[in-house]
Nanobody, 124 residues
Framework: VQLQASGGGLVQPGASLRLSCAAS????????MGWFRQAPGKEREFVAA????????FYADSVKGRFTISRDNAKNTVYLQMNSLKPEDTAVYYC??????????????????WGQGTLVTVSS
């Protein structure tokens, strides 16, 4: 599976962005899709994940209530709507695909395929 993330940019605090991640193959609908981010000098961390059916979704505590993950299996695309952005959200955002069980959906080790990343900068 090849993943292509897009939608990053430079925004002011409080603004919104929507990231997209397009997958190359038709089995996209069988994968759990996740978003992770990596800030300068920090480890890559979990942001959000959604099961193939959309029935199970997890968020990191730091983004809960501000970010929304969704997917359109017909378009082989997963989205991350980010609202009320804060400077601490600044990072390279990566989408990932895998087949972790529910309890492991937050673990980056369980994802086999990664996109190239898209930079989100939140600054005034």
């Amino acid at each position: 599976v090849q993943l292509q993330a897009s939608g990053g940019g430079l925004v002011q605090p409080g603004a919104s962005l929507r990231l997209s991640c397009a997958a190359s193959e038709g089995t996209f609908g069988t994968y759990v899709m996740g978003w992770f981010r990596q800030a300068p000098g920090k480890e890559r961390e979990f942001v959000a994940a959604i099961k193939w059916s959309g029935s199970t979704i997890f968020y990191a505590d730091s983004v809960k209530g501000r970010f929304t993950i969704s997917r359109d299996n017909a378009k082989n695309t997963v989205y991350l709507q980010m609202n009320s952005l804060k400077p601490e959200d600044t990072a390279v955002y990566y989408c990932a695909a895998g087949r972790p069980i529910n309890s492991a959906m937050r673990s980056r080790a369980m994802y086999n395929y990664w996109g190239q990343g898209t930079l989100v900068t939140v600054s005034s």
